[in-house]
Nanobody
């Protein structure tokens, strides 16, 4: 599976962005999908995840209530709607896919990763 994240950019605090993660090579419907982010000088951290059919979603405490993860399996694409953005949300955002039932929060459980897209939130 090849993943490509897009939609990043520069936004003011309080603004919104929508990230997309497009897949090729295989259908996404078999995979749990996740978003992770990595700020400069920090480790990559979990942001959100969604199960294969979209029935269940998971969020980091820092993004709960502001971010919404969704997917369109017919378009082989996952999304991350980010609202009420804060300067501390500034990071490179990566999408990932995993095929097993392991913990969605742990990045080591993901099998495929896409190149990231940079989100910069100015104060």
């Amino acid at each position: 599976v090849q993943l490509q994240a897009s939609g990043g950019g520069l936004v003011q605090a309080g603004g919104s962005l929508r990230l997309s993660c497009a897949a090729s090579g295989r259908t996404l419907s078999s995979y749990v999908m996740g978003w992770f982010r990595q700020a400069p000088g920090k480790e990559r951290e979990f942001v959100a995840a969604i199960t294969q059919s979209g029935t269940f979603t998971y969020y980091a405490e820092s993004t709960k209530g502001r971010f919404t993860v969704s997917r369109d399996n017919a378009k082989n694409t996952m999304y991350l709607q980010m609202n009420s953005l804060k300067p501390e949300d500034t990071a490179v955002y990566h999408c990932a896919a995993k095929s097993d039932s392991g913990n969605v929060y742990f990045l080591g459980n993901y099998d495929y990763w896409g190149q990231g897209t940079l989100v910069t939130v100015s104060s």
